[in-house]
């Protein structure tokens, strides 16, 4: 079974995040279960990671320097999760 999964904050995203996940799954050949999660990457996975055997992060490299000094990339505030994790450029 696979799952695409993509984080939110704020509910006016997620007509952009349905957007996203159809077009990351339309051609797929196996079903794959779409799911929208409120709140973190890191928080979704904290709460989720036991129930998968890998989670793939999607990773930016086109974020600028005062984005990166705000907040820190992703996979660096994942600590712990109980699958494996793989982070993916997807710039």
Request: glycine fraction near 4%; proline fraction near 2%.
């Given at each position: 079974?696979?799952?695409?999964?993509?984080?939110?904050?704020?509910?006016?995203?997620?007509?952009?995040?349905?957007?996203?996940?159809?077009?990351?799954?339309?051609?797929?050949?196996?079903?794959?279960?779409?799911?929208?999660?409120?709140?973190?990457?890191?928080?979704?996975?904290?709460?989720n990671?036991?129930?998968?055997?890998?989670?793939?992060?999607?990773?930016?490299t086109d974020?600028g320097?005062?984005?990166?000094?705000?907040?820190?990339?992703?996979?660096t505030?994942?600590?712990?999760?109980?699958?494996?994790?793989?982070?993916?450029?997807?710039?």
């Open positions: 079974k696979v799952t695409a999964c993509t984080c939110i904050t704020e509910n006016d995203s997620r007509r952009r995040a349905e957007s996203l996940l159809d077009n990351l799954v339309e051609n797929l050949r196996e079903p794959v279960e779409t799911r929208i999660a409120h709140g973190t990457v890191e928080e979704y996975l904290e709460r990671g036991a129930h998968y055997d890998v989670a793939f992060v999607g990773g930016s974020r320097k005062a984005s990166r000094i705000l907040s820190a990339p992703t996979f505030r994942i600590e712990e999760v109980e699958c494996d994790l793989a982070v993916v450029d997807v710039s």
